[in-house]
């Protein structure tokens, strides 16, 4: 990096280390737009991680997690807690952007300088989470939030990586979501630390509570039973008793043997290097790199396997394309 670009990695850093909410906003747009900097800031904060409780709450679309999500960050707040949002919006596959509906659901917290809400576009990622989702958390959590909550996009029978990000996972379910079989091909009763039928005042929900305990009794014995909530986010109607199994899940993960933090970080290095890796892909493709490749796959001299087999078989091409650090790197 340039000495200009290193100084302003440490500016953004000292402000982001004194509370500045700006410094924050503007750290957290570096990582969405997959800024170059941003493996070095994150590196910088990742030994300030691991402090905060991260909650996921997914669900099909039109369940109601905004407005659950909403009640919860009133609660939270209520016991003095700092409390960050991601609310994830899918993008539109024409425009690319979002409409970003959260921050409607949520604008009366935006005076509270306890709560910091971020809306993230998914940008075509699949999973029900935008790409950033993981670097945001980390930053939320070196900022000093006690509860950082990541609502997915609406989520179908695929996205489910709010699994591997959140510590306790809410799956909010309403009665005209569809039969139970549809909540079992959608993997969401694996990935479920709690259950909440949401809209609880509507036909159906008392039964459709009723067959998901029928299938939770199915499952292997476990150290905590998955429970199931009747909630009403609109008049938040058991939301209080929602904490609660939150805070008694991670009672329960407290008590339990320490994971294997290596295992984690190992992971985590997998993903970032995945990512990082399609992201410098993009930039070549977008380039000079694989011109000459691109040219002869337009005029058909080539096929589209043999073309990506020869550039992995080229390492001068593979060096350029991965970005080989400059002269003015350290």
Excluded at 148 to 171: H, N, P, S, Y
Excluded at 244 to 262: I, S
Aim: charged share 25%; net charge negative; with cysteine.
């Amino acid at each position: 990096m340039g000495g200009a670009t290193v100084k302003n990695l440490h500016s953004s850093l000292e402000r982001f280390s004194s509370g500045d909410r700006r410094a924050l906003a503007r750290i957290i747009t570096l990582v969405e737009n997959r800024s170059p900097e941003v493996p070095h800031l994150m590196g910088a904060l990742y030994p300030k991680c691991g402090r905060a409780r991260v909650l996921g709450v997914t669900g099909p679309p039109g369940a109601g997690k905004s407005t659950l999500t909403d009640k919860l960050i009133g609660l939270l707040r209520k016991q003095g807690r700092r409390v960050a949002v991601i609310a994830v919006d899918p993008s539109s596959p024409f425009s690319g952007g979002a409409i970003l509906g959260d921050r409607v659901r949520m604008q009366e917290h935006f005076l509270d300088q306890g709560v910091f809400i971020r809306s993230l576009a998914t940008r075509g990622r699949h999973g029900g989470l935008a790409r950033a989702t993981r670097e945001i958390v980390h930053l939320f959590d070196a900022f000093g939030f006690d509860d950082v909550v990541v609502e997915t996009v609406g989520v179908g029978q695929t996205e489910l990586d709010i699994m591997r990000l959140a510590q306790t996972t809410v799956v909010v379910l309403v009665p005209e979501a569809g039969d139970t079989i549809q909540v079992m091909k959608a993997g969401l009763l694996e990935i479920a630390d709690i259950f909440a039928v949401n809209k609880a005042d509507r036909d159906g929900a008392r039964r459709l509570k009723n067959e998901l305990e029928v299938m939770l009794q199915l499952r292997p014995d476990a150290d905590w039973q998955v429970p199931v909530l009747l909630t009403q986010a609109t008049d938040g109607s058991g939301v209080t008793e929602l904490l609660d199994a939150v805070c008694a899940h991670e009672e329960l993960r407290e008590k339990q043997p320490v994971p294997d933090e290596g295992e984690a970080r190992l992971q985590e290095w997998y993903e970032i290097l995945r990512d990082e890796l399609s992201l410098r892909l993009d930039r070549a493709l977008d380039g000079e790199t694989l011109a000459p490749t691109a040219e002869q796959l337009r005029r058909g001299e080539t096929d589209p396997y043999s073309a990506a087999l020869e550039t992995l078989a080229n390492p001068a091409a593979l060096v350029r394309m991965l970005g080989a650090p400059g002269e003015d790197d350290p």
